[in-house]
Nanobody
Framework: QVQLVESGGGLVQAGGSLRLSCASS????????MGWYRQAPGKQRELVAS???????NYADSVKGRFTISRDNAKNTVYLQMNSLKPEDTAVYYC????WGNGGEWNYRGQGTQVTVSS
């Protein structure tokens, strides 16, 4: 069973920064993709940033230039550096990991961490 544990959320003023962490109980090399999603009240969950084992990185248009996803392989941890935060970034942020093969796909998600940006 894979466990993903997020941390680093909190309350910050607009224009501020936060760094989210996602610690995996399994080597992150075992995943084909990892990323961060967020869900605000009354809204659908959306992909914020992700990377694949092949090296590609993807960001939502709304966060490009402000957020950066990175990884520390030795610590089996994925980060999301969030700068120039806006009130519309307020949401619960979830870490997600996926691996696929043999005709199947497995997805894992953490419990989420709340990010609140005040204006």
């Amino acid at each position: 069973q894979v466990q993903l544990v997020e941390s680093g959320g909190g309350l910050v003023q607009a224009g501020g920064s936060l760094r989210l962490s996602c610690a995996s109980s399994r080597s992150i090399f075992s995943f084909n993709a990892m990323g961060w999603y967020r869900q605000a009240p009354g809204k659908q969950r959306e992909l914020v940033a992700s990377f694949t084992s092949g090296g590609s990185t993807n960001y939502a248009d709304s966060v490009k230039g402000r957020f950066t996803i990175s990884r520390d392989n030795a610590k089996n941890t994925v980060y999301l550096q969030m700068n120039s935060l806006k009130p519309e970034d307020t949401a619960v942020y979830y870490c997600n990991a996926a691996h696929w093969g043999n005709g199947g796909e497995w997805n894992y998600r953490g419990q989420g961490t709340q990010v609140t940006v005040s204006s």
